[in-house]
């Protein structure tokens, strides 16, 4: 088992900037790769950005590239979301997520979410 914990959330004007932490625990994450998904009211949960925690890969979606930044301190299980130029749409629960399969981060762990709220 893995278990995820999120935090870092909050209420941002537009242009305004966060960063979501992920704390992992539990199994050896060495071959794991961990990411961030959201999910907004209505909508399906959506990708957002991965990284591997061995060698450091990763990947954004298109509608963060530019504007948000994965890392990752192994040394502190913990993973991180720098999320800059944030927009209204952007607005949805974060969820941290883990899994051993790269880069789908198929049937991951998942964290409880966190809120991250941008106002016009």
């Known amino acids: 088992q893995v278990q995820l914990v999120e935090s870092g959330g909050g209420l941002v004007q537009a242009g305004g900037s966060l960063r979501l932490s992920c704390v992992a625990s539990g199994r050896t994450l060495s071959r794991y790769g961990m990411g961030w998904f959201r999910q907004a009211p209505g909508k399906e949960r959506e990708f957002v950005a991965g990284?591997?925690?061995?060698?450091?890969?990763?990947y954004l979606s298109s509608s963060v590239k530019g504007r948000f930044t994965i890392s990752r301190d192994n040394a502190k299980n913990t993973v991180y979301l720098q999320m800059n130029s944030l927009k209204p749409e952007d607005t949805a629960v974060y969820f941290c997520a883990a899994s051993t399969r790269w880069p789908s981060l198929a049937n991951p762990y998942w964290g409880q979410g966190t809120q991250v709220t941008v106002s016009s």
């Open positions: 990284i591997l925690l061995s060698g450091g890969n990763t």
